[in-house]
DNA sequence: GTGAAAGCGCTAACAG
DNA sequence: CTGTTAGCGCTTTCAC
């Protein structure tokens, strides 16, 4: 109905509903008295020309732009699409839409990020990375807009977000527990991540002891090495394995069954991250300790939101909860509470 | 050095460098004639005050926002994160930044991502999927800005970007014969996909006959029954197996491993779409079929800024080349053309 | 109740 | 070579 030169402009609108620019202002916005029937008349006229409002000039005015950056160094995706999701379904409905910008660990592409950002004038940044224990390479201290970070370290006295991993690791442990494990050891990541040595804690924590910790890398054939050197020996063998990610769990998982030794029947194994991908396809299915990253998103978003809006937010580390995913792999419940039906199609 | 208040504006920059500011606006922006001093004068002065534009005010005048957006239903993010990566490396540099907008397959949901776009006047959009025989669920036809599509199906006489499957099918399977494979069968997804129709005729027109294909599921374990299938009649059995994805060759590998059948000694194997995390942890890594996605990404951002800057484009689909990426399923060169050194970490 | 006028921060004619 | 003037499309006092 516009097509080709320009879009309406308030003013077609005011012309159609014969009255002034200001009142045609004032009635879309619901805001100024008038009749309601002169209110009335000028959304009609503007729902007839697809009046459309231009941001720009109105955010001009307002000094808003119903816009925010997400900053993220995850080139990977795998923990910046889920955070993604959360905040963007918890601003859409505000109007707000997200800049995606993918850093690497390239300070000088940070900058140019955050500039191209700053003078959009976003309303606030999020800061998401794959490591709460590492920043991101670029300084978002002094910024002119609020900043939250997720899974990322900020600034001191920063509002952040992240995962519970102590709760999520317990519920894993006391799940294995509750399914008369007696000899749960726990598989997992490189030490120096703070994520580990925390999964880590909550294992002793649950276990009530020292338990047995390996710590490797956060690949497959990592956890087909852990199980090589777990049963490599006589004597007493684990009749549960915590694992530190869903990698390493499904390279227990198929290293137990290449030995012959029944999932879950004689060993329950658990994974963290609840990776779709790699938790669905492991034969059995793995039961896998989720992030709940898409709340973690929400959550960010909404935040960033009240305090561009200049509401006061406690500062702080927030810690969201996880939630145990229970498939195959630990015998448990058969009810397998996984969010999507079928498998995720592949190639296109 | 503006920390709280205001933020400077161009007409601190000219009082401070003590010029008008429509000069110091033509300084900046290196338009007008004036002496090389009083330009220099101006953007030190701009650079001491820590000067930035607002994007806003600017694009109210020029009717450009800086800004494009990304529409894709492609939830699980394969296909959209390289596309993205690949936009926003076409388009930084020259100021532009892009937001993404994950619409799912509900049409209201892309009505709204695609409202709110169009209010904050995008120079133009990119839609992105994940099946280029299906369209997002979204109108975007008659648009006031121009859409460019990747990797899904656009109106007709737009303008559109996909992989050249038949070329990377063919590269693969002549790969598996310059190997001597003799008996090379294809295990794919389901006949009703356009790719997968596209990957088996490449596979036909090289072996030049009938071949033997067989259509399935985009999953591991259809790649296992597939193995079952294939190996569990006497008689010749294959030497090489083209797959249609990373899932079903993974899933082949391990079935072949199982049997006690060698690859690549025995049987070489080739997957499609060289997805990272499937790929390089299959023992032995998979050597696979990259669609060069981000590739498609650049193409498709620099396509639609030409688009939006008035330049005219030739509409119509446009076949990006696949490049094999040779890892040790297929015992080729011993030579591994990936780009990335070691895993990608997973959790945190 | 409604409208005229000013102005957000910047650029682009057009004078001087 | 530089400055003055007029807006971009919208919101918002403040009169009427």
Redesign the interface.
């Known amino acids: 109905m ?2 080709g030169g320009g ?1 309406v402009r308030i003013y077609d609108v005011a012309r159609l509903a014969e009255v002034s620019v200001a009142t045609a202002s004032k009635a879309l916005n619901d805001t100024g008295r008038m009749t309601e029937e002169t209110r009335n008349r000028v959304k009609a006229a503007a729902t007839e020309l697809g009046f ?6 109105r ?2 005015i307002q000094k808003r ?3 925010i ?1 997400l900053l993220t160094n995850d ?7 889920p955070v ?2 959360g905040i ?1 379904a918890a601003l ?2 505000r ?8 850093i690497e660990d390239d300070p000088a ?1 940070g900058r ?2 955050l ?7 976003v309303d606030g940044i999020i800061a998401s990375g ?3 224990d590492r920043r991101l390479p670029v300084d978002l201290s ?1 910024l ?1 807009v609020p900043v939250v970070y997720a ?1 990322t370290e900020g600034q001191e006295g920063s509002v952040t977000l992240v995962s519970d991993d102590f709760q999520g690791s317990t519920e894993a442990v006391e799940h294995l527990l509750a399914h008369d494990r007696k000899r749960v050891v726990h598989v997992t ?1 490189p030490e120096t ?3 580990v040595r925390e999964r880590a804690s909550a294992y002793r924590a649950v276990i009530g002891g020292e338990g047995r910790v390996l710590y490797g ?5 990592w956890g087909h090495e852990a199980v090589a050197e777990l049963w490599g020996t006589d004597g007493e063998h684990p009749d549960a394995v915590f694992c ?5 769990a499904r390279g227990v998982v ?1 290293a137990l069954r290449e030995r012959g030794i029944k999932v879950p029947e004689s060993v329950s194994v658990v994974g ?2 609840n ?4 938790a669905s ?1 492991t ?1 059995p299915p793995l039961t896998s300790v989720d992030m709940n990253l898409e709340a973690i998103g929400r959550e960010a978003g909404r935040l960033v939101l009240e305090l561009a809006e200049g509401k006061p937010v406690e500062p702080g580390v927030r810690k969201l909860p996880c939630r145990l995913v229970i498939r195959q792999s630990s015998g448990g419940d058969a009810a397998v509470t996984e969010r999507r039906g079928g ?6």
């Not at 080139?75 to 699409?81: I, M, S």
């Not at 890398?217 to 054939?221: A, C, D, G, K, L």
């Open positions: 516009n097509a879009r459309r409002p231009n941001a720009m000039a955010g001009l732009s119903f816009t950056g080139t990977y995706g795998r923990f910046t699409l993604m999701a963007s859409v409905d109007g707000v839409s997200v800049f995606l910008c993918g592409l140019v990020h500039d191209a950002m700053l003078d959009k004038q794959k490591r709460i002094d002119p899974f990541g991540f703070a994520s890398t956060w690949s497959e054939s530190g990610n869903d990698q390493i198929d963290f991250d990776w779709e991908i790699v396809q034969r498998l995720a199609t592949a190639a296109d």
